[in-house]
């Protein structure tokens, strides 16, 4: 079975962010690599979108109804909403305040979930 380069691409930058997760303590390896992961799932919805044909598969084919399809965007927009939690906590890591650590570290575990999630339905709606 042959898989998408986004779906290899999503898994290698998910190995990425477990790396990040596992050396948190340091510091500038974490941050940049967080940022980039960020940076990245932002980028592919973007990507999809430019060179996919989603109006003939959604529309034309009645895609659009699949309770699939709907878990994927329901898993995004968890995982953008707990990245923005994210960042919040790590800038008020940043300025010294370890009252959000716990927090910080605990939203780190559920992203990493969330994001393994999300490349699985992706994965799964790939044509």
Same mark, same amino acid.
């Given at each position: 079975m042959l898989t998408a380069g986004t779906v290899w691409a999503a898994f290698a930058v998910q190995i990425g962010m477990l790396l990040a997760f596992r050396y948190a303590k340091k510091r500038a390896y974490h941050v940049v690599t967080m940022i980039a992961v960020i940076l990245f799932d932002i980028g592919m919805p973007v990507y999809l979108y430019l060179n996919k044909d989603w109006y003939r598969r959604l529309i034309e084919e009645g895609e659009i109804a699949s309770f699939l399809i709907w878990i994927h965007l329901m898993m995004l927009v968890l995982m953008y909403a707990l990245y923005v939690l994210q960042?919040?906590?790590?800038?008020?890591?940043?300025?010294?305040?370890?009252? /959000?650590? !716990?927090?910080?570290?605990?939203?780190?575990? /559920? !992203?990493?979930? /969330?994001r393994g999630l999300v490349i699985l339905s992706g994965a799964l709606l790939v044509e």
């Open positions: 960042i919040k906590t790590a800038l008020r890591l940043l300025r010294s305040d370890n009252s /959000v650590r !716990v927090d910080h570290r605990t939203q780190g575990k /559920v !992203v990493l979930w /969330v």
